[in-house]
């Protein structure tokens, strides 16, 4: 009776160490697998021309001149493509008489120039846009990866992201 007790404890270990192993290997195989994905979002971020999505803001402005906001985007020093976007007013600042627009444009192309005309009375030009990859290789929570802006210039004035928290939307402020 002695010698089946001994027989089944190392059956039962045998399998515990094989699972063991089999556990591991699920491991490491995620990890690769998550390290490649990894490394080609970064290289796909880096080689596109262009950035899915941005958000540009805008501060100071009334709905009556949001609502003609004009965007002409150049590529050496031509017209390419002129469009009307129509921000939303930020329910934070909704409260407050709604002073702070969001408006996301969409396969921005970092290379040109874009020029924001709001109510036919201010120009912005944003330029000098470059890309960075923010993203995680945490295996174990599926986080969001994405191309960010990481540094551009609005009419002159360079701006650079300062940490991977800090979002780098472009804002624009009413001059008066």
Known sequence: MKDFFIRILKKA????????LLFILLFCGIFIIKYFNFKNQIRICSN???LKYLDVEFKGFTESEM???????YKNNQIVD?????????EISTQKGCTYFIATL??????????????????HKLYNMEKVFIGSMDILVSTNKFCTL????????????????????P??????
Do not use: W
């Open 13 to 20: 270990f045998s399998i515990l160490i094989k699972l063991m």
């Open 48 to 50: 596109s021309p262009t």
């Open 67 to 73: 609502l003609r906001t004009r965007v002409r985007r």
């Open 82 to 90: 002129s469009f009307v976007i129509t921000p939303k007013c930020d």
């Open 106 to 123: 969409k396969d921005v192309y970092v290379a040109d120039v874009y020029e924001f005309i709001v109510a036919d009375t201010q120009c």
């Open 150 to 169: 990481d540094s551009y210039t609005i009419d002159g004035i360079n701006y650079k992201k300062i940490h991977d928290f800090q979002l780098a939307s």
């Open 171 to 176: 804002c624009f402020e009413k001059v008066h």
